[in-house]
């Protein structure tokens, strides 16, 4: 039986006890555009990893990227840890992790929310965490492995990807506050940090849903289920990405606590917004 998305079988393994009405699961199929998904995977069954990304980007979502100074990414052999901004959420992560294998063929584990291991043909690249913060025994040993491994890693600090925000009294779209861990394991697995800019936004739609729903103090991350709708929505764009100088792990020393590194390290991300216009 080929692979397919099934939205019911999604559902009931995050709230297996929850009862979703029937017109809102037909909603959220159309808008997490599941036909075409089961479409493109039944025309390629068998693709799986780099190449379902390359294709996928290339022929369903019709986008492109430019990569500028890969020569920054190290080629001595040692595991190190890629940080990036997330302005999409989704489509960035794939467009990175590619470039990364293009230009630094190695093993690479890209940190997602374990919502997405359901994207069974790119599971084996993804290191899943979950939103609730726990994980399980098996991912936990799994990470740990990781983290002790020559495996490189990716990570989106700010753990969701970037909303609408006013900072210094003018409205940017912005990474919310980086956390801390990959600082942590940076210092404790003695891994080079290679910071990425990616360029990017999505639709005035999702920035306005965020905010509303911030205003009305809604907890549930209800523009998240936009994201697939965002990513069909890339399509015929072009991308920049943007691989900055490695920061050695000897820099996070005790003169800043691992938050501030953290933010630290976002500042050089952003400062790149400014140098590339």
Known sequence: MPLQFDIRAILKSKAPNTHVPEFLIRYLERIVHIKQMNAFLRKHPDLRDYDFIRLATSEELGCSATIHATETIPQDGKPVIFVSNHPLGGLDGMIIAQMIHENHPRQLKV???????????????????????????????????????????????????????????????????????????????????????FEGRNSRFFYALAYIRKLLHIKLNIEMLYLVDEMYGAHGKHFKVHVLPPIPYTTFDTSKTPKEWAQYVKSIVYATNHTTR
């Open 111 to 197: 940190i997602v929310n374990d919502l997405l291991m359901h994207m069974e043909p790119l599971a084996d690249l993804w290191a899943p965490v979950s939103k609730l913060g726990k994980l399980s025994k098996e991912q936990a040993a799994e990470q740990q492995r990781m983290w002790e491994s020559e495996t490189d890693v990716l990570t989106f600090p700010a753990g969701a990807c970037s909303r609408l925000q006013r900072i210094n009294h003018a409205w940017v779209i912005q990474d919310l506050e980086w956390q801390k861990n990959f600082i942590q394991r940076a210092r404790e697995y003695r891994r080079d940090i290679v910071p990425i800019y």
